[in-house]
Each structure stands twice: as structure tokens, then as C-alpha cells.
């Protein structure tokens, strides 16, 4: 299946900061999503996101598909934003997700 | 707007019993998918369906898990002789599309 790279695998914030998190495919995906995963373990969608850009408010997301990578942006972080973040790919119906990027927003 | 929804939310059984959990995914949408998180990883694939057809396994199903959507509607995932590492989460999503929304989890817990 396709290998999903995310970076940093932890990162602490102090509130009001801006952060890019990244993730490299092995392979062309078809499709590309982003999550938020809260403290109860629910994925929230943040963006579907195969190719090109979108923005969402404080978020927004870059993917490259010729270059196999994505990135997501969270400008002026609150704490509310903490929490692990994935992104997921697929070239077939199964999600192929990363590890994670934990992220700690300090008040 | 109803989203995914799983039933238990957690679980906790004793080894070499069988559980079973159910998945309602979000009304239309015929793509229903089972996913497992263990601590400090991502979602692994388990099983897809499209309307009531299981069209894809993962090798992580192994004999004693079975998936089922008899109508095409909800799903159920059954664990067979419980062992101490299905101990888990397990996701289910749906999607119409290619976009896949995710449900709340079932935790579930072997001792």
C-alpha cells in the first residue's frame, strides 16, 4: 500500500503562532483528506483535498499531486487546535494514513 | 445533518469472548468502510463496502473477524475468541464520493 510521511511527529505552539505540517506520499493518490483527531478519538474532516489549495478559515492546505506532498497551515493557533493531526490518501477505496502530528497549543 | 453513528462507544470483554458492534453510516451513502487505531498510530484499513457487497479485505482481517451489511444500510463488525491485541479503536466511515466522514468509535478493551 502507499506510505504516508508526516512531519513533525510533535510540535508545541505557544498561542498565536503560525505552523505548516507536512505529509509525503510514496505513490500518486487520488485522493487526499486531512483530520483533526480530538482528545475522544472522533476524526474531524478538515479539508478533501486531492490536489490545488483551499483555505477554511484559520486552516489552510496546499497539495502538490506531482510532487507527492501536502501541507497544512494553521495560522494564529489557539488551543483549541491541539490535538493529532492526520492526513490520508488513497490510490483505491482504503485510506492509507500517517502517524500523526501531535500538536500542543500553550496558552 | 446525521453523521456516522457506532454502537457501544466502548466495550470491554474478556478474552475469548466474541463482540459484535454496529456501524449507521450517514443516510445514501453506499461506501462503508471499517478502519482499526491502535495507541499512537494511524487508522489501519480493515474491510470496504459498496451497497451490501464486501469488496475489499485488508490481510489485518484475520478469521476471527467478520463484516456484514445485509441491506446496505448499517454494518457490523464481529470479533470471534477476543484476544488481547484487538484491544482498540475501530473506526467506521461512509462516503458517497471519494470524501470519507468518520464515526465516533467503538473503544474496545480485552482483558
Known amino acids: 500500500g502507499i506510505q504516508v510521511e508526516q512531519s513533525p511527529p510533535d510540535l508545541i505552539l505557544q498561542e498565536g503562532a503560525n505552523s505548516t505540517l507536512r505529509c509525503n506520499f510514496s505513490?500518486?493518490?487520488?485522493?487526499l483528506q486531512w483530520f483533526h483527531q480530538n482528545p475522544w478519538g472522533q476524526l474531524i474532516n478538515l479539508f478533501y483535498?486531492?490536489?490545488g489549495t483551499k483555505q477554511n478559515g484559520r486552516l489552510s492546505a496546499t497539495t502538490v499531486a506531482t510532487e507527492r506532498y501536502s501541507l497544512l497551515y494553521i495560522s494564529s493557533s489557539q488551543t483549541t487546535d491541539s490535538g493529532v493531526y492526520f492526513c490520508a490518501g488513497n490510490s483505491g477505496y482504503a485510506l492509507n494514513f500517517g502517524k500523526g502530528t501531535s500538536l500542543l497549543v500553550t496558552p | 445533518d446525521t453523521g456516522v453513528s457506532q454502537d457501544p462507544r466502548h466495550k470491554i470483554t474478556k478474552r475469548g469472548q466474541n463482540v459484535t458492534f454496529r456501524c449507521d453510516p450517514i443516510s445514501e451513502h453506499n461506501r462503508l468502510y471499517w478502519y482499526r487505531q491502535t495507541l499512537g498510530q494511524g487508522p489501519e484499513f480493515l474491510t470496504y463496502?459498496?451497497?451490501?457487497?464486501?469488496?475489499?479485505k485488508s490481510r489485518l482481517l484475520s478469521d476471527r473477524f467478520s463484516a456484514e451489511r445485509p441491506k446496505g444500510s448499517f454494518s457490523t463488525l464481529e470479533i470471534q475468541r477476543t484476544e488481547q491485541g484487538d484491544s482498540a479503536m475501530y473506526l467506521c466511515?461512509?462516503?458517497?464520493?471519494?470524501?470519507?466522514?468518520f464515526g465516533p468509535g467503538t473503544r474496545l478493551t480485552v482483558l
Open positions: 483535498i486531492p490536489s
Open positions: 505513490d500518486s493518490v487520488n485522493n
Open positions: 466511515a461512509s462516503s458517497h464520493d471519494n470524501e470519507q466522514f
Open positions: 463496502f459498496q451497497n451490501e457487497a464486501q469488496l475489499e
